[in-house]
């Protein structure tokens, strides 16, 4: 059983910065995929972007890489997603997730309870 556990959610302001962060439990997640997947209200759970064991295993989804950037601590097993520039579109409830692989939520086995994340113009 893995238990993944997101903190830094918040309300902010247009131009403002947040930093999500994952801590997974239960076992080292150092051979899976970690990443953030983003839910706006009435629509479907989207990958923003997963990061494998090394930096250099980054896949973007729809997250822009120009504002957010995702790293991993392998030795703390958690994974983290600096958000900056947010704008109003990024007010979504923000879910870690983890698996083999993550390319789209169907692929994710484990999940955390997510974390809201509310931009105000």
């Known amino acids: 059983q893995v238990d993944l556990v997101e903190s830094g959610g918040g309300s902010v302001q247009a131009g403002a910065s947040l930093r999500l962060s994952c801590a997974a439990s239960?076992?080292?997640?150092?051979?899976?995929?970690m990443g953030w997947f983003r839910q706006r209200p009435g629509k479907e759970r989207e990958l923003m972007v997963a990061?494998?064991?090394?930096?250099?295993?980054?896949y973007y989804g729809v997250a822009d890489p120009g504002r957010f950037i995702v790293s991993r601590d392998i030795a703390k097993n958690t994974v983290h997603l600096q958000m900056n520039h947010l704008k109003p579109e990024d007010t979504a409830v923000y879910y870690c997730?983890?698996?083999?692989?993550?390319?789209?939520?169907?692929?994710?086995?484990?999940w955390g309870q997510g974390t809201r994340v509310s931009v105000s113009s």
């Open positions: 239960g076992r080292p997640l150092d051979n899976f995929v």
């Open positions: 990061a494998g064991k090394s930096s250099s295993r980054t």
């Open positions: 997730a983890a698996g083999w692989v993550l390319t789209s939520a169907q692929d994710a086995q484990w």
